[in-house]
């Protein structure tokens, strides 16, 4: 079983930046996928990017060239740098990780306004 602790969520003004950090624990696979989600009320829940335990990445249109996506092997954890960021991006970001069985985190607030 795999548990996932996230932080770094918060308000920031557009244009502004936020990084989140989520760390696994419990038993983690040697290949694995992590990854952010996110989602606004009354909506589905959205990719926002991916990354695999080799390195390998995936972005969703909307944030490609402003989110990076990396982990520490090491350290089981996973961190969303979110730049140029706006009031769409607002949502609760939820870590994901994935071997044979999905897990999820609890979630984060993003608020993105003025």
């Known amino acids: 079983q795999v548990q996932l602790v996230e932080s770094g969520g918060g308000l920031v003004q557009p244009g502004g930046s936020l990084r989140l950090s989520c760390a696994a624990s419990?038993?983690?696979?040697?290949?694995?996928?992590m990854g952010w989600y996110r989602q606004v009320p009354g909506m589905q829940r959205d990719l926002v990017a991916t990354?695999?335990?080799?390195?390998?990445?995936n972005y969703a249109a909307a944030v490609e060239g402003r989110f990076t996506i990396s982990r520490d092997n090491a350290k089981n954890t996973v961190y969303l740098q979110m730049n140029s960021l706006k009031p769409e991006d607002t949502a609760v970001y939820y870590c994901?990780?994935?071997?044979?069985?999905?897990?999820w985190g609890q979630g984060t607030q993003v608020t993105v306004s003025a």
């Open positions: 994901n990780y994935r071997d044979r069985v999905t897990t």
């Open positions: 419990g038993t983690i696979s040697s290949v694995n996928i």
């Open positions: 990354i695999t335990n080799g390195g390998g990445t």
